[in-house]
């Protein structure tokens, strides 16, 4: 068995199993078994595998087949311009999120020594991507999850960033630490209903604490703005991603709480994504 045939034979699978980008994948996953580039895999199909990593290929194949994502079977997902670890029980990455990134620079391009917090931190990588941008930031996460703050500050120490940040295991009702200048959150806003809509990918294997966010999608957020009005400086800015649907909901939860509506992003569909909204 060489390397083609055994891609050829998973490519095979995952499409019986409804996998759309089967081939992409059983490359990605063949690169993994083999520990080996994917570029490698590309110039070198006819090479033949040893049966302990085909053996293992196929164990990864078999899991993909299920649904489970490419991200926490390599352990990683690209983000921004870098790597971050993932694992199960951490919500993967979206390149949605980026705009909120892009934003977040455009706004500080001036500016220094800002105080950033990230509720709901996850992985890292909004408050990582930001800090590594901006070396002269300093940031907090919070998470309720320990395996995300454990993932989180393996992100951390990787981007060499574990001086410039700071984790605490915390829900955003019992946060009380500084002021700052900047937050960001990316919270569940999924109606509790909807979410056996999703893909089978995200509803079967990714974390519903992260994806939950109560009977109308706004439990959540409304406790981000409540608590950010208060952790927040005159003046700072609250990044906030939302659902396609809730913008003006939104918007009425934060004009209550002294939120000025800066703007409002699309995603890559052209949907309402963020709300950049200021402290007055």
């Not at 971050?84 to 001036?110: H, Q």
């Not at 454990?150 to 946060?175: H, M, T």
């Not at 709480?257 to 402290?279: M, N, Q, S």
Request: some cysteine; glycine content about 4%; hydrophobic content about 35%.
């Amino acid at each position: 068995m060489n390397i083609n045939q055994a891609i050829l034979e998973a490519t095979d699978l995952l499409k019986k199993n409804n996998i759309k980008s089967s081939k992409l994948d059983s490359e990605i996953l063949m690169a993994k078994a083999i520990k080996k580039q994917r570029e490698y895999i590309i110039l070198n199909s006819n090479k033949p595998i040893q049966n302990k990593s085909y053996n293992y290929f196929r164990s990864l194949i078999k899991e993909r087949s299920y649904g489970k994502p490419i991200a926490y079977l390599v352990g990683n997902k690209e983000f921004w311009k870098y790597e971050f670890k993932v694992s199960n029980g951490v919500l993967i990455p979206r390149p949605d999120t980026e705009i909120l990134i892009e934003e977040v620079l455009k706004i500080t391009k001036n500016k220094s020594k800002l105080k950033v917090l990230d509720i709901g931190v996850g992985s890292g990588c909004l408050l990582l991507s930001i800090l590594k941008e901006k070396k002269d930031f300093y940031g907090t996460g919070i998470d309720v999850s320990q395996k995300c703050l454990n993932i989180s500050k393996i992100n951390a120490y990787k981007l060499r960033l574990e001086n410039r940040v700071k984790f605490f295991k915390s829900d955003v009702d019992n946060f009380n630490y500084h002021k700052y200048d900047l937050i960001i959150s990316n919270p569940p806003y999924i109606n509790k209903f909807d979410l056996k809509y999703l893909e089978r990918d995200v509803y079967k294997f990714e974390p519903k604490r992260a994806l939950d966010g109560g009977l109308d999608g706004l439990s959540e957020i409304r406790k981000v703005i409540k608590r950010s009005s208060d952790l927040i400086k005159k003046n700072g800015i609250l990044f906030l991603e939302i659902a396609f649907d809730q913008k003006e909901k939104v918007k009425k939860l934060l004009k209550s709480k002294g939120f000025y509506i800066e703007r409002v992003l699309k995603d890559f569909a052209k949907k309402d994504r963020c709300i950049i909204c200021k402290k007055i």
